[in-house]
Each structure stands twice: as structure tokens, then as C-alpha cells.
């Protein structure tokens, strides 16, 4: 398993809205190996949360009050997006919706990338009766860090789509037709 890269993503948000992100975080993976894993503190509109969100992710408002916002994260998340256009996320559906929905929000271009789905491989390739992030790396023995904050699950995720393209012997992305899409 060599020559695959690509980018895990994840976002934590302040409250039920996709376009609260309020952390960011990318796992980049390069050669079939994690090289870098960053983080970003991003400032929701109107900084506003949820105590249910806070109570998941405990990123308070005072956390984010100087943080910068999505146009400028997104900018310098861009610009790993430009070395290789592929995001991995554990649960695509809802950090897709969250990039989709803060794009649109915010009046920027909706680039060409493919994303994979860890959640729908897991489903895919093991019969476990939970499909969680941090259940799957406990099981795989994936060390990991502090579960929902953004770059830490990034990092858990990439480690994950790595054992799942190793189990399910894949060479190539493209063979995962059944868990990818375009944003």
C-alpha cells in the first residue's frame, strides 16, 4: 500500500447549524503516511454556542472570541486541498455539509474534490455493532488523542481509512466506489 495521499478533515461546531464550524482540523497523508496533523480554532458567526455542543467538544466562546473566521481557515486549508483535492472524513455527510453549507454561506467557490466516507468503508468492511470514531480505533489499537477535538479525530480518521484500504486490499481510492462523492 503505497502512493495514496490524501486529506482527513473533521469540524466541531458551536450549535446545530453546519455553518457554525468552530474548529477545523486536517490530517495530511502522503505516501501512505501521516505527515502533518493541524488544528484551527475558527470564530462562528456571531460566536454563539450550544451548551449541548460545548458539552461535546468544550470549546467555549471565549475560546473563539479572536480566532479567525471560516473564509480565512478555509484559505489555508485551500491551500493542502491544492497539493492533493481528496478529503477523508469519518462521517462525510456531515463535515460535506459543514464545508458545503459554510461556502455558501459565505460566498466562496466550491472547489473540485473527491472526499471518502470512513464511516461507510467501516460499515462496509466489519461487522461491529458501532461504527463510532473512537470505538474503531479502540478496537484497532489506533492511538488517538482528545476524541471531538478537530485535528485529533482528523488524525484518528486518516489512521483508520488507512487500516480499512490495508484490510479491504485496496491499491487505489478509486476502487472505494461505494463510499466517495464530489463536493
Known amino acids: 500500500m503505497q502512493g495514496i495521499d490524501f486529506i482527513a478533515i473533521d469540524f466541531e461546531t458551536a450549535t446545530g ?9 486536517i ?3 502522503k505516501d501512505s503516511k501521516v505527515v502533518e496533523t ?5 470564530r462562528p458567526e ?3 454556542y450550544s451548551f449541548w455542543n460545548i458539552q461535546i467538544h468544550g470549546i467555549h466562546p471565549q475560546d473563539t472570541e479572536d480566532a479567525p473566521e471560516f473564509p480565512d481557515v478555509w484559505n489555508e486549508i485551500g491551500q493542502y486541498l491544492n497539493d ?8 462525510a455527510a456531515f463535515d460535506i455539509s459543514c464545508i ?3 461556502l455558501e454561506y459565505y460566498g466562496l467557490a466550491h ?3 473527491t472526499y471518502y466516507c470512513s464511516l461507510r468503508a467501516a460499515r462496509h468492511l466489519y ?16 492511538p488517538y488523542g482528545t476524541h471531538h477535538r478537530a485535528g485529533d479525530d482528523a488524525n484518528m480518521c486518516a489512521q483508520l481509512f488507512l487500516r480499512e484500504i490495508k484490510d479491504a486490499g485496496w491499491a487505489e481510492l478509486e476502487e472505494m466506489d461505494y463510499c466517495n462523492g464530489m463536493l
Not at 447549524?17 to 482540523?25: D, H, Q, V
Not at 492533493?84 to 462521517?91: D, G, K, R, S, T
Not at 461487522?127 to 489506533?142: M, R, S, V
Open 17 to 25: 447549524k453546519r455553518t457554525s464550524i468552530c474548529e477545523a482540523g
Open 27 to 29: 490530517c495530511v497523508v
Open 38 to 42: 493541524k488544528s484551527w480554532l475558527v
Open 46 to 48: 456571531d460566536n454563539q
Open 84 to 91: 492533493c483535492p481528496v478529503l477523508v472524513a469519518h462521517n
Open 100 to 102: 458545503r453549507k459554510s
Open 111 to 113: 472547489p473540485d474534490i
Open 127 to 142: 461487522d461491529f455493532g458501532c461504527n463510532k470514531l473512537d470505538y474503531l480505533c479502540d478496537q484497532f489499537e489506533i
